[in-house]
């Protein structure tokens, strides 16, 4: 379904666009309107409730609006496109993991993939891929999604990766972002490219043992 068009532009005020005052919430109540913080956290609850209960497929402006109380010109002042609301929504439904602490590097990497592939494989995820698929090559978008490359994604890698490092168990020229994500993106492709509901667990002990820590160890004594 097309996205609905662009804000159309309202009367502007001597200090920029004016807002529109909100109807109240509830028949009979007294004339509280929400504007700023309050109306944007409605909005993104609604938004929220949309993207779980109907995917990203069944995300609109008007059914967020609707089930906000409030207008789509309210949304579109704060999204420009459902695309921008969708994953602002699904940025309030992720949650933060605690980092796995197994005192080997192989074991961090294994707990870390696990992680990832728990989540891909559950409604969470498959709405993250809806909004990659959607997003396609944008990189504006794919760095707002929370398991795409970058400073976010990369730290807790760079974290067990340093904790490998002061270990001796991997070189540290592998603490950079983009080897430091490489396991990660290898699965990720699993879900991507392939298509797959969930990566068995021998895939990610492939990864781990065939690629990852190849790639990050450090060099043994070169042979006599």
Known sequence: MADEPTEPKGPKGLNGPKEPAEPAERAGAA?????????????????????????????????VAARAGTNKNALYRRWPHRLALGIAAYRRLVTTVPLPDTGTLRGD???????????????????????LSAAGGASEFLAQLQDQSGEAAAAPWLTVLGRAVARGEAAPEALHPRV??????LLRNEFVVRGVPTAPDDVLVEITDEVYLPLVRRPGPAPG
């Open 31 to 63: 004339q509280t309107r929400r504007r700023g913080a309050a109306l944007e956290d409605a909005i993104l609850r609604a938004a929220v409730d949309e993207l779980t209960e109907s995917g990203y497929a069944g995300l609109t402006m008007d059914k």
């Open 180 to 185: 430091a994500t490489v396991a990660v993106v």
């Open 109 to 131: 990497v294994l707990e870390l993939l696990r992680g990832a592939n728990r989540h891909w494989s559950s409604p969470l995820g498959a709405i993250l891929r809806e909004l």
